[in-house]
T-cell receptor
């Protein structure tokens, strides 16, 4: 049973470019969460999605950031016109649809470096 | 505003020593999770506690959920170098919202 998959693991972008981060949840999981982490810090919630719906995006900047979780395919976190301050590790987590949904399972993360 | 505060923030101990990490809040959570994260990796789930006063043991790790479901502790007995990592607590509330603690960075020196 494969765990949460994220790709790429490392991403380098120049200022002004776009970054696309992908997350495939665990099989059978329909809830996806995106977090951002700076070195030596905890995780900051960004957005919570279910299939085709954004449930809570209160932690995501209103500009340049967007997220989707289509009916088919992985969840995508998209950052347009990246700036140096976007450099961080971005983690995706998934949880089951019911019963055990209060437990999240994390992917290995995507480390974004903006030059 | 940080909903969950962890203490200490950094901890460096000798192999064989015992330690306790605390996760405190003024809010009530329906459940609380503890994760360990190693450099360059994602957090790995250690335990979920659900009931107030619940105690769970995982080998040398003992987790306790406060009676009021506002706080938790993680106690490690006879720490080993393999325990080194960032320990994160996370509280879940009814809206499927998870709040992560500030993290405790543990270094166990051989």
């Amino acid at each position: 049973n494969a765990g949460v998959m994220q790709n790429p693991r490392h991403l380098v972008r120049r200022r002004g470019q776009e970054a696309r981060l992908r997350c495939s949840p665990m099989k059978g999981h329909s809830h996806v969460y995106w977090y951002r982490q700076l070195p030596e810090e905890g995780l900051k919630f960004m957005v919570y999605l279910q299939k085709e719906n954004i449930i809570d995006e209160s932690g995501m900047p209103k500009e340049r950031f967007s997220a989707e979780f289509p009916k088919e395919g992985p969840s995508i976190l998209r950052i347009q016109q990246v700036v140096r301050g976007d450099s961080a590790a971005y983690f995706c987590a998934s949880s089951p649809p019911a019963g055990e949904k209060e437990t999240q399972y994390f992917g290995p993360g995507t480390r974004l470096l903006v030059l | 505003t940080q909903l969950l505060e962890q203490s200490p923030q950094f901890l460096s101990i000798q192999e064989g020593e015992n330690l306790t990490v605390y996760c405190n809040s003024s809010s009530v959570f329906s459940s609380l999770q503890w994760y360990r994260q190693e450099p360059g990796e994602g957090p790995v789930l250690l335990v979920t506690v659900v009931t107030g006063g619940e105690v769970k043991k995982l080998k040398r790790l003992t987790f306790q959920f406060g009676d009021a479901r506002k706080d938790s502790s993680l106690h490690i007995t006879a720490a080993q170098p393999g325990d080194t990592g960032l320990y994160l607590c996370a509280g879940a509330q009814a809206r499927d919202q998870f709040y992560f603690g500030t993290g405790t960075s543990l270094t166990v020196i051989p």
